[in-house]
Protein backbone atom coordinates (compact mmCIF):
# COMPACT_ATOMS: atom_id res chain seq x y z
CA UNK A 1 0.00 0.00 0.00
CA UNK A 2 2.95 1.89 0.53
CA UNK A 3 4.40 1.36 -2.56
CA UNK A 4 1.20 2.31 -4.51
CA UNK A 5 0.66 5.87 -2.46
CA UNK A 6 4.01 6.53 -3.54
CA UNK A 7 3.79 5.81 -7.11
CA UNK A 8 1.12 7.61 -7.22
CA UNK A 9 0.68 10.75 -4.82
CA UNK A 10 3.84 13.16 -5.98
CA UNK A 11 2.74 13.05 -10.05
CA UNK A 12 -0.30 15.31 -8.80
CA UNK A 13 2.35 18.11 -7.12
CA UNK A 14 4.15 18.49 -10.54
CA UNK A 15 1.14 18.56 -12.79
CA UNK A 16 0.21 22.22 -12.88
CA UNK A 17 3.59 23.36 -11.37
CA UNK A 18 3.65 25.21 -14.20
CA UNK A 19 0.11 26.79 -14.20
CA UNK A 20 0.86 28.31 -10.88
CA UNK A 21 0.88 31.65 -12.24
CA UNK A 22 -1.85 31.87 -14.71
CA UNK A 23 -4.24 30.49 -11.70
CA UNK A 24 -3.79 32.27 -8.89
CA UNK A 25 -2.16 35.50 -10.07
CA UNK A 26 -3.40 35.99 -13.96
CA UNK A 27 -7.33 34.62 -13.61
CA UNK A 28 -7.10 35.64 -10.20
CA UNK A 29 -9.08 32.56 -9.28
CA UNK A 30 -10.21 33.40 -5.56
CA UNK A 31 -10.01 29.85 -4.08
CA UNK A 32 -12.45 30.11 -1.30
CA UNK A 33 -11.20 27.83 1.26
CA UNK A 34 -7.28 28.91 0.69
CA UNK A 35 -8.54 32.83 0.97
CA UNK A 36 -10.18 31.89 4.44
CA UNK A 37 -7.48 30.38 5.53
CA UNK A 38 -5.16 33.00 4.57
CA UNK A 39 -7.38 35.21 6.33
CA UNK A 40 -7.57 33.17 9.17
CA UNK A 41 -3.78 33.03 9.15
CA UNK A 42 -3.62 36.67 8.93
CA UNK A 43 -5.86 37.83 11.36
CA UNK A 44 -3.57 36.33 13.90
CA UNK A 45 -1.09 38.66 13.62
CA UNK A 46 -2.58 41.69 15.21
CA UNK A 47 -3.22 41.94 19.15
CA UNK A 48 -6.77 40.89 18.82
CA UNK A 49 -6.16 38.12 17.17
CA UNK A 50 -3.51 37.35 19.21
CA UNK A 51 -6.16 37.47 21.99
CA UNK A 52 -8.75 35.48 20.15
CA UNK A 53 -6.45 32.79 19.62
CA UNK A 54 -5.44 32.67 23.54
CA UNK A 55 -9.48 31.64 24.11
CA UNK A 56 -9.81 29.33 21.00
CA UNK A 57 -6.69 27.48 22.67
CA UNK A 58 -8.26 27.27 25.97
CA UNK A 59 -11.50 26.22 24.94
CA UNK A 60 -9.91 23.49 22.27
CA UNK A 61 -7.79 22.36 25.30
CA UNK A 62 -11.13 21.73 27.68
CA UNK A 63 -12.99 20.36 25.61
CA UNK A 64 -10.36 18.07 24.42
CA UNK A 65 -10.06 16.52 27.69
CA UNK A 66 -13.61 16.09 28.27
CA UNK A 67 -13.99 14.11 24.91
CA UNK A 68 -11.19 12.12 26.18
CA UNK A 69 -12.04 10.97 29.40
CA UNK A 70 -15.39 10.61 27.82
CA UNK A 71 -14.41 8.01 25.55
CA UNK A 72 -12.36 6.40 28.24
CA UNK A 73 -15.71 5.97 30.45
CA UNK A 74 -17.59 4.00 27.80
CA UNK A 75 -14.75 1.88 27.22
CA UNK A 76 -15.25 0.12 30.25
CA UNK A 77 -18.99 -1.05 29.10
CA UNK A 78 -18.68 -1.98 25.61
CA UNK A 79 -17.58 -5.96 26.74
CA UNK A 80 -19.30 -7.82 23.99
CA UNK A 81 -21.61 -7.43 20.94
CA UNK A 82 -24.11 -4.70 20.62
CA UNK A 83 -22.81 -3.30 24.12
CA UNK A 84 -22.53 0.52 25.64
CA UNK A 85 -23.72 4.01 25.31
CA UNK A 86 -23.04 3.47 21.45
CA UNK A 87 -25.49 1.29 21.21
CA UNK A 88 -28.35 3.35 23.72
CA UNK A 89 -31.55 2.73 22.45
CA UNK A 90 -32.85 7.00 23.39
CA UNK A 91 -36.13 6.51 21.43
CA UNK A 92 -37.12 2.97 22.27
CA UNK A 93 -36.26 -0.50 21.10
CA UNK A 94 -37.96 -0.33 18.08
CA UNK A 95 -36.39 2.74 16.87
CA UNK A 96 -33.42 1.35 17.84
CA UNK A 97 -33.55 -1.80 15.50
CA UNK A 98 -33.90 1.19 12.58
CA UNK A 99 -30.64 2.91 14.20
CA UNK A 100 -32.86 5.40 15.49
CA UNK A 101 -30.80 6.51 18.32
CA UNK A 102 -28.32 8.94 20.29
CA UNK A 103 -24.84 7.05 20.56
CA UNK A 104 -22.84 9.75 22.24
CA UNK A 105 -20.46 9.62 19.62
CA UNK A 106 -18.78 13.24 20.57
CA UNK A 107 -16.47 12.77 17.48
CA UNK A 108 -19.82 13.37 15.10
CA UNK A 109 -21.06 15.74 17.71
CA UNK A 110 -18.12 17.93 16.84
CA UNK A 111 -18.94 17.59 13.15
CA UNK A 112 -22.35 18.40 13.50
CA UNK A 113 -21.02 22.00 14.97
CA UNK A 114 -18.66 22.31 12.55
CA UNK A 115 -21.16 21.36 9.38
CA UNK A 116 -24.24 24.17 8.44
CA UNK A 117 -27.41 23.40 9.27
CA UNK A 118 -28.30 22.19 5.73
CA UNK A 119 -25.73 19.82 5.85
CA UNK A 120 -27.11 18.20 9.06
CA UNK A 121 -31.00 18.48 8.33
CA UNK A 122 -30.05 16.81 5.15
CA UNK A 123 -28.53 14.00 6.57
CA UNK A 124 -31.76 13.87 9.04
CA UNK A 125 -33.83 14.02 6.10
CA UNK A 126 -32.34 11.24 4.43
CA UNK A 127 -32.27 8.83 7.56
CA UNK A 128 -36.08 9.50 7.77
CA UNK A 129 -36.59 8.59 4.21
CA UNK A 130 -34.22 6.14 4.56
CA UNK A 131 -34.43 3.76 7.59
CA UNK A 132 -37.48 5.57 8.45
CA UNK A 133 -39.67 4.64 5.82
CA UNK A 134 -38.11 2.96 2.50
CA UNK A 135 -36.33 -0.09 4.30
CA UNK A 136 -39.58 -0.82 6.68
CA UNK A 137 -41.37 -0.90 3.43
CA UNK A 138 -38.88 -2.73 0.81
CA UNK A 139 -38.29 -5.38 4.04
CA UNK A 140 -41.67 -6.37 3.37
CA UNK A 141 -41.20 -7.59 -0.18
CA UNK A 142 -38.37 -10.11 1.14
CA UNK A 143 -38.98 -13.54 -0.82
CA UNK A 144 -40.78 -11.49 -3.31
CA UNK A 145 -38.39 -8.82 -4.62
CA UNK A 146 -35.40 -10.66 -3.21
CA UNK A 147 -34.27 -13.97 -2.19
CA UNK A 148 -35.43 -14.97 1.70
CA UNK A 149 -32.10 -16.85 1.92
CA UNK A 150 -29.95 -14.23 0.69
CA UNK A 151 -27.23 -13.16 2.97
CA UNK A 152 -28.04 -9.32 4.68
CA UNK A 153 -24.65 -8.43 3.10
CA UNK A 154 -25.63 -9.92 -0.19
CA UNK A 155 -25.84 -6.95 -2.95
CA UNK A 156 -29.14 -9.07 -3.20
CA UNK A 157 -30.92 -9.01 -0.42
CA UNK A 158 -31.90 -5.37 1.13
CA UNK A 159 -28.29 -3.86 0.96
CA UNK A 160 -28.38 -4.03 -1.92
CA UNK A 161 -30.83 -1.60 -2.35
CA UNK A 162 -29.41 0.24 0.07
CA UNK A 163 -26.33 0.41 -1.60
CA UNK A 164 -27.40 1.30 -5.05
CA UNK A 165 -29.96 3.80 -4.28
CA UNK A 166 -27.05 6.03 -2.40
CA UNK A 167 -24.91 5.66 -5.27
CA UNK A 168 -27.61 6.73 -7.53
CA UNK A 169 -28.02 10.30 -5.22
CA UNK A 170 -24.16 10.33 -5.14
CA UNK A 171 -23.39 9.81 -8.45
CA UNK A 172 -26.97 12.29 -9.36
CA UNK A 173 -25.80 14.97 -7.13
CA UNK A 174 -21.98 14.67 -8.33
CA UNK A 175 -22.72 14.49 -12.08
CA UNK A 176 -24.85 17.66 -12.22
CA UNK A 177 -21.97 19.53 -9.98
CA UNK A 178 -19.66 18.26 -12.52
CA UNK A 179 -21.65 19.79 -15.50
CA UNK A 180 -21.89 23.32 -13.41
CA UNK A 181 -18.65 23.60 -12.72
CA UNK A 182 -17.41 22.53 -16.22
CA UNK A 183 -20.03 25.26 -17.64
CA UNK A 184 -18.80 27.97 -15.11
CA UNK A 185 -15.25 27.10 -16.31
CA UNK A 186 -15.23 27.30 -20.31
CA UNK A 187 -18.30 30.18 -19.36
CA UNK A 188 -15.25 31.87 -17.33
CA UNK A 189 -12.27 31.20 -19.59
CA UNK A 190 -14.64 32.61 -22.58
CA UNK A 191 -14.84 35.76 -20.97
CA UNK A 192 -11.64 35.98 -19.96
CA UNK A 193 -10.38 35.34 -23.65
CA UNK A 194 -12.63 37.92 -24.69
CA UNK A 195 -11.17 40.88 -22.27
CA UNK A 196 -7.29 39.89 -23.60
CA UNK A 197 -8.88 41.73 -27.07
CA UNK A 198 -7.88 45.07 -24.45
CA UNK A 199 -5.12 47.23 -26.11
CA UNK A 200 -2.04 47.87 -24.09
CA UNK A 201 -3.03 51.35 -22.88
CA UNK A 202 -5.89 49.50 -21.09
CA UNK A 203 -3.38 47.11 -19.46
CA UNK A 204 -0.84 49.54 -18.61
CA UNK A 205 -4.02 51.58 -16.71
CA UNK A 206 -4.37 48.84 -15.03
CA UNK A 207 -1.03 47.76 -13.63
CA UNK A 208 -0.90 51.88 -12.18
CA UNK A 209 -3.98 51.07 -10.53
CA UNK A 210 -3.13 48.24 -8.73
CA UNK A 211 -2.71 47.84 -5.31
CA UNK A 212 0.78 48.02 -3.78
CA UNK A 213 -0.08 45.10 -1.47
CA UNK A 214 -1.21 42.90 -4.52
CA UNK A 215 2.13 44.02 -6.58
CA UNK A 216 4.09 43.25 -3.33
CA UNK A 217 2.11 39.66 -2.86
CA UNK A 218 2.70 39.16 -6.66
CA UNK A 219 6.92 39.69 -6.37
CA UNK A 220 7.10 37.46 -3.69
CA UNK A 221 5.18 34.65 -5.10
CA UNK A 222 7.18 34.81 -8.55
CA UNK A 223 10.37 35.00 -6.78
CA UNK A 224 10.34 31.91 -6.19
CA UNK A 225 10.11 30.73 -9.51
CA UNK A 226 10.82 26.48 -10.48
CA UNK A 227 12.04 25.96 -14.00
CA UNK A 228 9.16 24.20 -16.05
CA UNK A 229 11.40 21.81 -17.34
CA UNK A 230 11.98 20.33 -13.67
CA UNK A 231 8.26 20.12 -13.18
CA UNK A 232 8.43 18.46 -16.90
CA UNK A 233 11.13 15.98 -16.43
CA UNK A 234 10.06 14.76 -12.98
CA UNK A 235 5.86 14.29 -14.51
CA UNK A 236 7.88 11.86 -17.23
CA UNK A 237 9.92 10.48 -14.58
CA UNK A 238 7.30 9.35 -12.02
CA UNK A 239 4.63 8.27 -14.61
CA UNK A 240 7.25 6.18 -16.05
CA UNK A 241 7.75 4.62 -12.58
CA UNK A 242 4.31 4.47 -12.41
CA UNK A 243 3.83 2.51 -15.50
CA UNK A 244 6.19 -0.16 -14.48
CA UNK A 245 5.37 -0.45 -10.88
CA UNK A 246 1.49 -0.74 -10.75
CA UNK A 247 0.56 -3.52 -12.98
CA UNK A 248 3.50 -5.49 -11.21
CA UNK A 249 1.47 -4.54 -7.70
CA UNK A 250 -2.04 -5.23 -9.49
CA UNK A 251 -1.61 -7.60 -12.29
CA UNK A 252 -5.34 -7.00 -13.36
CA UNK A 253 -4.34 -3.35 -14.65
CA UNK A 254 -2.42 -3.08 -18.11
CA UNK A 255 0.32 -0.71 -18.33
CA UNK A 256 -1.98 1.25 -20.64
CA UNK A 257 -4.31 1.65 -18.41
CA UNK A 258 -2.12 3.71 -16.68
CA UNK A 259 -0.57 5.67 -19.47
CA UNK A 260 -4.06 6.62 -20.43
CA UNK A 261 -4.74 7.84 -16.89
CA UNK A 262 -1.55 9.80 -17.17
CA UNK A 263 -1.49 11.36 -20.23
CA UNK A 264 -5.43 12.41 -19.51
CA UNK A 265 -4.20 13.84 -15.52
CA UNK A 266 -3.37 17.60 -16.71
CA UNK A 267 -6.33 18.35 -19.01
CA UNK A 268 -8.61 16.92 -15.98
CA UNK A 269 -6.32 18.47 -13.30
CA UNK A 270 -6.45 21.83 -14.78
CA UNK A 271 -10.32 21.58 -15.39
CA UNK A 272 -10.07 20.46 -11.93
CA UNK A 273 -8.77 23.24 -10.35
CA UNK A 274 -9.83 25.73 -12.26
CA UNK A 275 -13.58 25.03 -11.38
CA UNK A 276 -12.03 24.44 -7.58
CA UNK A 277 -10.64 28.32 -7.90
CA UNK A 278 -14.07 29.40 -8.94
CA UNK A 279 -16.67 27.83 -6.90
CA UNK A 280 -14.53 25.87 -3.91
CA UNK A 281 -15.51 22.36 -5.03
CA UNK A 282 -13.18 19.94 -5.64
CA UNK A 283 -14.29 17.54 -7.99
CA UNK A 284 -11.99 15.00 -7.57
CA UNK A 285 -13.94 12.11 -6.27
CA UNK A 286 -15.91 12.53 -9.64
CA UNK A 287 -13.06 12.39 -12.11
CA UNK A 288 -12.69 9.54 -10.08
CA UNK A 289 -15.88 7.89 -10.36
CA UNK A 290 -16.11 8.44 -14.08
CA UNK A 291 -12.69 6.94 -14.60
CA UNK A 292 -13.73 3.61 -11.93
CA UNK A 293 -16.19 3.20 -14.83
CA UNK A 294 -14.44 3.80 -17.90
CA UNK A 295 -11.51 1.26 -16.21
CA UNK A 296 -14.26 -1.30 -15.12
CA UNK A 297 -16.04 -1.87 -18.38
CA UNK A 298 -12.79 -1.76 -19.92
CA UNK A 299 -10.82 -4.38 -18.23
CA UNK A 300 -13.93 -6.87 -18.57
CA UNK A 301 -15.46 -9.60 -16.21
CA UNK A 302 -12.70 -11.03 -15.13
CA UNK A 303 -10.30 -7.91 -14.15
CA UNK A 304 -12.68 -5.08 -13.87
CA UNK A 305 -13.21 -4.78 -10.53
CA UNK A 306 -10.02 -4.20 -9.14
CA UNK A 307 -8.81 -2.14 -12.28
CA UNK A 308 -11.65 0.16 -11.78
CA UNK A 309 -10.56 0.99 -8.47
CA UNK A 310 -7.40 1.13 -8.72
CA UNK A 311 -7.86 3.47 -12.10
CA UNK A 312 -10.12 5.69 -9.82
CA UNK A 313 -7.57 5.96 -7.38
CA UNK A 314 -5.11 7.07 -9.73
CA UNK A 315 -7.05 9.53 -11.48
CA UNK A 316 -8.82 11.11 -8.04
CA UNK A 317 -5.22 11.46 -6.27
CA UNK A 318 -3.84 12.95 -8.91
CA UNK A 319 -6.79 16.00 -9.96
CA UNK A 320 -7.51 16.20 -5.93
CA UNK A 321 -3.62 16.54 -5.01
CA UNK A 322 -2.76 19.27 -7.91
CA UNK A 323 -6.64 21.14 -6.76
CA UNK A 324 -5.38 21.11 -3.06
CA UNK A 325 -1.60 22.71 -4.28
CA UNK A 326 -3.58 25.32 -5.79
CA UNK A 327 -5.44 26.12 -2.58
CA UNK A 328 -2.24 26.52 -0.74
CA UNK A 329 -0.38 28.81 -3.27
CA UNK A 330 -3.81 30.81 -3.01
CA UNK A 331 -3.01 31.06 0.86
CA UNK A 332 0.75 31.53 0.65
CA UNK A 333 -0.20 34.96 -2.17
CA UNK A 334 -1.96 36.12 0.20
CA UNK A 335 0.05 35.66 3.10
CA UNK A 336 2.84 36.24 1.41
CA UNK A 337 4.58 32.80 1.88
CA UNK A 338 7.49 31.53 -0.20
CA UNK A 339 5.63 29.31 -2.65
CA UNK A 340 8.48 27.18 -3.35
CA UNK A 341 8.06 26.47 0.67
CA UNK A 342 4.30 25.85 0.32
CA UNK A 343 5.52 23.03 -2.49
CA UNK A 344 8.11 21.56 -0.28
CA UNK A 345 5.74 21.44 2.74
CA UNK A 346 3.19 19.72 0.65
CA UNK A 347 6.35 17.14 -0.57
CA UNK A 348 6.88 16.51 3.22
CA UNK A 349 3.27 15.98 3.64
CA UNK A 350 2.75 13.97 1.45
CA UNK A 351 5.93 11.60 2.10
CA UNK A 352 4.36 11.08 5.73
CA UNK A 353 0.65 10.67 4.67
CA UNK A 354 2.07 7.57 2.02
CA UNK A 355 4.01 6.11 5.49
CA UNK A 356 1.18 7.20 8.19
CA UNK A 357 -1.95 6.01 6.08
CA UNK A 358 -0.94 2.43 5.78
CA UNK A 359 0.02 1.97 9.15
CA UNK A 360 -3.13 3.58 10.50
CA UNK A 361 -5.32 1.49 8.22
CA UNK A 362 -3.98 -1.65 9.29
CA UNK A 363 -4.13 -0.57 12.70
CA UNK A 364 -7.62 0.04 12.63
CA UNK A 365 -8.04 -3.31 10.36
CA UNK A 366 -6.66 -5.65 12.84
CA UNK A 367 -8.22 -4.14 16.17
CA UNK A 368 -11.83 -3.47 14.98
CA UNK A 369 -14.27 -5.59 12.26
CA UNK A 370 -13.84 -2.51 9.51
CA UNK A 371 -16.20 -2.88 6.97
CA UNK A 372 -19.25 -4.48 8.95
CA UNK A 373 -22.40 -3.50 7.36
CA UNK A 374 -24.13 -4.13 10.99
CA UNK A 375 -20.93 -2.73 12.97
CA UNK A 376 -19.80 0.29 14.52
CA UNK A 377 -16.77 0.86 11.61
CA UNK A 378 -18.87 0.00 8.58
CA UNK A 379 -16.52 2.10 5.98
CA UNK A 380 -19.28 3.21 3.88
CA UNK A 381 -17.39 4.42 1.08
CA UNK A 382 -15.74 1.37 0.67
CA UNK A 383 -18.63 -0.54 -0.02
CA UNK A 384 -19.84 2.15 -2.06
CA UNK A 385 -17.20 2.48 -4.67
CA UNK A 386 -16.53 -1.58 -5.07
CA UNK A 387 -20.21 -1.74 -5.75
CA UNK A 388 -19.81 1.24 -8.39
CA UNK A 389 -16.91 -1.02 -9.70
CA UNK A 390 -19.54 -4.24 -9.84
CA UNK A 391 -22.10 -1.78 -11.29
CA UNK A 392 -19.12 -1.28 -14.37
CA UNK A 393 -18.17 -4.45 -14.85
CA UNK A 394 -21.56 -6.18 -14.64
CA UNK A 395 -23.82 -3.72 -15.66
CA UNK A 396 -27.79 -3.53 -14.72
CA UNK A 397 -27.74 -7.22 -13.97
CA UNK A 398 -25.71 -6.61 -10.34
CA UNK A 399 -29.47 -4.93 -9.57
CA UNK A 400 -32.27 -6.07 -7.51
CA UNK A 401 -35.73 -6.36 -8.61
CA UNK A 402 -36.99 -2.85 -9.08
CA UNK A 403 -34.03 -1.30 -7.34
CA UNK A 404 -33.06 0.15 -11.36
CA UNK A 405 -36.11 1.57 -11.26
CA UNK A 406 -35.80 3.42 -7.91
CA UNK A 407 -31.98 4.45 -8.74
CA UNK A 408 -33.51 6.01 -11.52
CA UNK A 409 -35.86 7.94 -9.08
CA UNK A 410 -33.15 8.94 -6.91
CA UNK A 411 -30.57 9.71 -9.60
CA UNK A 412 -33.35 11.98 -11.12
CA UNK A 413 -34.35 13.75 -7.83
CA UNK A 414 -30.82 14.49 -6.86
CA UNK A 415 -30.60 16.57 -10.29
CA UNK A 416 -33.68 18.16 -9.62
CA UNK A 417 -32.93 19.33 -6.04
CA UNK A 418 -29.76 21.20 -7.42
CA UNK A 419 -31.71 22.61 -10.06
CA UNK A 420 -34.06 23.92 -7.72
CA UNK A 421 -31.93 25.29 -5.12
CA UNK A 422 -29.74 27.17 -8.35
CA UNK A 423 -32.69 28.43 -10.04
CA UNK A 424 -35.32 29.02 -7.73
CA UNK A 425 -35.34 32.04 -5.76
CA UNK A 426 -33.00 32.27 -2.76
CA UNK A 427 -35.80 32.35 -0.09
CA UNK A 428 -36.98 28.81 -1.80
CA UNK A 429 -34.12 27.76 -3.01
CA UNK A 430 -31.51 27.68 0.78
CA UNK A 431 -34.56 25.18 1.97
CA UNK A 432 -33.48 22.66 -0.65
CA UNK A 433 -31.86 19.20 0.84
CA UNK A 434 -28.57 18.68 -0.10
CA UNK A 435 -28.64 14.66 -2.07
CA UNK A 436 -24.65 14.26 -1.27
CA UNK A 437 -25.72 14.45 2.01
CA UNK A 438 -28.89 12.64 2.18
CA UNK A 439 -27.71 9.94 0.64
CA UNK A 440 -24.49 8.51 3.41
CA UNK A 441 -27.44 7.74 6.19
CA UNK A 442 -28.80 5.21 3.21
CA UNK A 443 -26.18 2.41 3.94
CA UNK A 444 -24.87 3.65 7.47
CA UNK A 445 -28.23 4.46 9.63
CA UNK A 446 -29.29 7.30 11.26
CA UNK A 447 -27.53 7.44 14.17
CA UNK A 448 -24.98 9.48 13.66
CA UNK A 449 -27.25 11.94 11.71
CA UNK A 450 -28.84 12.50 15.10
CA UNK A 451 -25.08 13.33 16.49
CA UNK A 452 -24.65 15.79 14.33
CA UNK A 453 -28.13 17.86 14.31
CA UNK A 454 -27.33 17.54 18.06
CA UNK A 455 -24.00 19.24 17.41
CA UNK A 456 -25.51 21.50 15.16
CA UNK A 457 -28.56 22.40 17.79
CA UNK A 458 -26.11 22.94 20.42
CA UNK A 459 -24.69 25.71 17.89
CA UNK A 460 -27.91 27.51 17.48
CA UNK A 461 -28.69 27.52 21.08
CA UNK A 462 -25.46 28.64 21.91
CA UNK A 463 -25.61 31.72 19.08
CA UNK A 464 -29.18 32.63 20.23
CA UNK A 465 -27.86 32.87 23.77
CA UNK A 466 -23.97 34.73 23.28
CA UNK A 467 -23.57 35.22 19.44
CA UNK A 468 -20.10 36.65 19.31
CA UNK A 469 -18.56 34.29 21.49
CA UNK A 470 -20.05 31.49 20.18
CA UNK A 471 -18.73 32.65 16.44
CA UNK A 472 -15.26 32.73 18.12
CA UNK A 473 -15.10 29.30 20.14
CA UNK A 474 -17.21 26.68 18.25
CA UNK A 475 -14.35 25.72 15.50
CA UNK A 476 -12.29 24.94 18.58
CA UNK A 477 -14.82 23.39 20.71
CA UNK A 478 -16.00 21.32 18.03
CA UNK A 479 -11.65 20.76 17.09
CA UNK A 480 -11.28 19.79 20.38
CA UNK A 481 -14.43 17.61 20.59
CA UNK A 482 -13.42 15.64 17.59
CA UNK A 483 -9.61 15.07 18.53
CA UNK A 484 -9.98 14.17 21.76
CA UNK A 485 -12.27 11.05 21.14
CA UNK A 486 -10.18 10.37 17.60
CA UNK A 487 -7.21 10.29 20.29
CA UNK A 488 -8.93 7.38 22.31
CA UNK A 489 -9.07 5.35 19.48
CA UNK A 490 -5.14 4.27 19.27
CA UNK A 491 -5.11 3.69 23.31
CA UNK A 492 -8.03 1.50 22.33
CA UNK A 493 -6.74 -0.05 19.64
CA UNK A 494 -3.75 -0.78 20.92
CA UNK A 495 -5.57 -2.63 24.00
CA UNK A 496 -7.70 -4.46 21.36
CA UNK A 497 -4.55 -5.70 19.83
CA UNK A 498 -3.46 -6.97 22.99
CA UNK A 499 -6.38 -9.04 23.90
CA UNK A 500 -7.68 -6.38 26.58
CA UNK A 501 -11.10 -6.69 27.00
CA UNK A 502 -13.44 -4.20 28.56
CA UNK A 503 -15.23 -5.70 32.00
CA UNK A 504 -18.79 -4.68 31.35
CA UNK A 505 -21.66 -5.19 28.75
CA UNK A 506 -24.20 -2.65 28.99
CA UNK A 507 -26.66 -4.05 27.01
CA UNK A 508 -30.69 -2.96 26.83
CA UNK A 509 -33.80 -5.38 26.58
CA UNK A 510 -37.43 -5.25 26.68
CA UNK A 511 -39.32 -5.15 29.87
CA UNK A 512 -41.27 -8.00 31.04
Given at each position: MTGFLLSISFVGLLTLLPLRKVLVIDYKLTYPSGTATAVLINGFHTPQGDKNAKKQVRGFLKYFGISFLWSFFQWFYTGGDVCGFLQFPTFGLKAWKQTFFFDFSLTYVGAGMICSHLVNLSLLFGAILSWGIMWPLIGKQKGKWYSAKASESSMTSLFGYKSFICIALLVGDGFYNFVKVIVV????????????????????????????????????????????????????????????????????????????????????????????????????????????????????????????????????QLVLISADLMHDFKTGHLTLTSPRSMLVGQVVGTLMGCVVA????????????????????????????????????????ALPRHCLQLCAGFFAFAVLVNLARDFLPRRYGRFMPLPMAMAVPFLVGANFAIDMCVGSLVVYVWHKVDGKRAALLVPAVASGLICGDGIWIFPSSLLALAKVKPPICMKFTPGN
Open positions: TLKSVHERSKRRGLNSRGKLADADTMAIDDMQRNEVFNRDNMPTWMAYTGYTLLSAIAVVVIPIMFRQVKWYYVITAYLLAPALGFCNAYGTGLTDMNMGYNYGKIALFIFAAWAGKDDGVVAGLVGCGLVKPLTFFLFYRAFDIGDPNGYWKAPYALIYRNMAVLGVEGFS
